[in-house]
């Protein structure tokens, strides 16, 4: 029995694919694993790094990748304006507010 793929909404994919590109801009290649952790950035053996979790939800992963770009920084680098609110709105939101958008929809 083959899972159901989910679709992911275009916008979506692109925001996630924009705040991508800010980290590589600070030097921060993100990497997408599967575990048990929410996910950060760290740096190991001088390689910097934003690692997150692959199981979360899209809206996870963009709200984790929004504030781990806030606790490294923007303030130094150019970022598309609808993306610096992006990260300033999603950096703010907690987690669990996720988990509860999240568990709605799933019902």
């Not at 910097?48 to 130094?76: C, P, Q, T, W």
Request: hydrophobic share 35%; aromatic share 4%.
């Amino acid at each position: 029995m083959q899972k159901k793929k989910k679709t992911v909404d275009p916008e979506l994919k692109q925001m996630l694919s924009e705040l991508e590109d800010v980290a590589d801009k600070l030097g921060y290649k993100i990497r997408f694993e599967k575990g048990n952790f929410a996910g950060g950035y760290c740096v190991l053996k001088e390689s910097k790094l934003l690692v997150v979790n692959s199981r979360n939800e899209i809206e996870r992963r963009i709200i984790i990748v929004a504030k781990s770009l806030k606790e490294i920084g923007i303030d130094d680098i150019f970022i598309k304006p609808n993306i610096r609110e992006l990260i300033e709105k999603e950096s703010s939101r907690k987690l669990k507010d996720i988990d509860e958008v999240t568990e709605q929809a799933e019902n």
